[in-house]
C-alpha cells in the first residue's frame, strides 16, 4: 500500500512536468503542412499503417493506470523459457556485419568491424527497480563478463 501512494505521489508530481510543451503539443505552421501533405494524414487525423491501440478512452485516465499498475493480466509472461540461441559473440568474425537480438531492448552489432553494444540489460531486471519488470523464467549465457571487447555502448533509454 505504502509503494502504491510513492507511485500515485509520484506520477501527481510529476504531471506538470509531463504536461510541459516540450513532450509534444499539435503541429502548427509548416510541421503542419508536412503532417497533411502525409499519405497517412486523412480526415484531419494521422492514421498509423497498422492498428495501434493505446489509451482507448473507453474509461478514465486514472481508471487506466490503476489498471495498468496493479491488474493482474493473463499470459502476461510465458508458461515455458523461451528458446534462445546462444551466440557466441566473441567467436564471431569482426569482418562479418552481424546482428543478435539479447533479449529485451539490448542489441549486439557488428559493423564495418565495429562492435556496438545497445541498451545492454545484464541482470535478472529489465528496469532500475527490481519490482517493476522481472526477467522472464529462462537460461541468459551472456553477461558483461563474456562480451567481446566493445567499441561502442549506446544507451538508449
Known amino acids: 500500500v505504502c509503494v502504491v501512494v510513492i507511485m500515485l505521489i509520484g506520477a501527481a508530481a510529476s504531471l506538470p512536468f509531463l504536461l510541459n510543451a516540450g513532450f509534444g503539443q499539435a503541429p502548427k505552421g509548416a510541421q503542419l503542412s508536412q503532417v497533411e501533405q502525409s499519405p497517412h494524414y486523412r480526415d484531419g487525423q494521422f492514421h498509423n499503417q497498422v492498428p495501434t491501440p493505446g489509451y482507448t478512452g473507453n474509461k478514465s485516465m486514472l481508471a487506466a493506470w490503476w489498471e495498468f499498475l496493479v491488474a493482474k493480466r493473463e499470459n502476461a509472461r510465458p508458461a515455458h523459457p523461451l528458446p534462445l540461441v546462444a551466440t ?68 538508449s533509454h
Not at 566473441?90 to 552481424?98: I, N, R, V
Not at 545497445?118 to 541468459?140: C, R, T
Open 88 to 155: 557466441d559473440l566473441a567467436g564471431l568474425s569482426p569482418e562479418q556485419d552481424t546482428l543478435v537480438w539479447l533479449g529485451h531492448s539490448s542489441w549486439y552489432l557488428q559493423l564495418a568491424g565495429q562492435r556496438i553494444l545497445i541498451d545492454p540489460v545484464f541482470s535478472n531486471y529489465a528496469a532500475p527497480l527490481s519490482f517493476l519488470n522481472k526477467a522472464f523464467v529462462g537460461d541468459y549465457p551472456w553477461s558483461a563478463q563474456t562480451m567481446p571487447e566493445i567499441d561502442l555502448l549506446i544507451l
